[in-house]
């Protein structure tokens, strides 16, 4: 009986474990860095304030200073994760 017991609780625990991990990446931001919407050249965090040139990308990456693989409409990007919905980005 004390055996049964054991195994109810490791499966309680874990099925909790993998709520908290899908609760949590469903409400990650991407990732975001600023950059120009004509050129997409990276730009200092600076430039995206109020005022500034910059706008902001959404997920993606940054290479050689030009950001791509992302979109400057963060609802477009998809942090993906478990349970999560929502479409890719372009």
């Known amino acids: 009986m004390r055996q049964r017991r054991l195994r109810s609780s490791t ?3 874990g099925g909790m ?4 991990v899908a609760i949590t990446s469903c409400g990650s931001e991407p990732d975001k860095r600023c950059a120009d919407r004509t050129t997409r050249a990276q730009l200092p965090s600076s430039a995206c304030k109020s005022g500034g040139q910059g706008s902001y990308y959404y ?5 050689k200073g030009k950001v791509d693989g ?3 409409d963060k609802s477009a990007v998809d942090r993906g994760g478990f349970g999560c919905s ?4 372009g």
């Open 59 to 63: 997920g993606g990456s940054s290479d």
């Open 17 to 20: 474990g993998l709520l908290a």
């Open 11 to 13: 499966v309680v625990l």
């Open 70 to 72: 992302g979109s400057f």
């Open 86 to 89: 929502g479409s890719g980005g």
